[in-house]
């Protein structure tokens, strides 16, 4: 059975920094790209980045670039979120969801991850 | 980056109504589409891909249609757990897009 757990809520201060995680398990992670959607408060989903563990090819959505950094470890099958500072602005849902290849699937999801940035 | 925009935002219905919401792109495709249903403090669950095929374990009164620019969600007769929140996505061109979604509430 394919699933994807998440690390837990999270909070931080404006300027910290943060690393969320996703822990695949039931298939072979390396064989299979893997992505974070967010989802700001009370609002709908974008689609932030993607990664391909077998090399490390990322896409990373152009209204994000430079604010979040994707990467994959496939010795412990996990996918990993990370931000070297925060802003209020960064408070969402996240989700980890794993895309099918050459086709629009995506049937496997994390259960969230609710990152809240306060002072 | 393609966008889609839904419509209506908000669709009030009764239960056995039929329901059938849009999605519109700004670019033409034709295969990468899906559509997604969330419930309050739920992750999205994939109901329908690539325009009309539905996922495993999806009931058959969900399907899928559409081409070029516009694409249609039909639930052809509304259950009580099927009054939540639907997004299309395409894959279709990075960065991949949501709808802003279509809230189906219960009138």
């Known amino acids: 059975e394919v699933q994807l757990v998440q690390s837990g809520a999270e909070v931080r201060k404006p300027g910290e920094s943060l690393k969320i995680s996703c822990k695949a398990s039931?298939?072979?992670?390396?064989?299979?790209?893997i992505g974070w959607v967010r989802q700001l408060p009370g609002k709908g989903l974008e689609w932030m980045a993607i990664?391909?563990?077998?090399?490390?090819?990322?896409r990373i959505n152009p209204s994000l670039r430079g604010q979040v950094t994707i990467s994959a470890d496939k010795s412990i099958s996990t996918a990993y979120l990370q931000w070297s500072s925060l802003k209020t602005s960064d408070t969402a849902m996240y989700y980890c969801?794993?895309?099918?290849?050459?086709?629009?699937?995506?049937?496997?999801w994390g259960q969230g991850a609710l990152v809240t940035v306060s002072s | 980056e393609v966008v889609l925009t839904q419509s209506p935002a908000t669709l009030s219905l009764s239960p056995g109504e039929r329901a059938t919401l849009s999605c519109r792109a700004s670019q033409s495709f034709s295969t990468y589409l899906a559509w997604f249903q969330q419930k309050p403090g739920q992750a999205p669950r994939l109901l329908i891909y690539?325009?009309?095929n539905r996922a495993t374990g999806i009931p058959a009164r969900f399907s899928g249609s559409g081409s070029g620019t516009d694409f249609t969600l039909t639930i052809s007769s509304l259950e009580p757990e099927d009054f939540a929140v639907y997004y299309c996505l395409q894959r279709t061109s990075w960065p991949w897009t949501f709808g802003q979604g279509t809230r189906v509430e219960i009138k």
């Open positions: 690539d325009v009309s």
């Open positions: 990664i391909n563990p077998h090399d490390s090819d990322t």
């Open positions: 039931g298939y072979t992670f390396a064989s299979y790209w």
């Open positions: 969801a794993r895309p099918e290849t050459n086709t629009a699937m995506a049937r496997y």
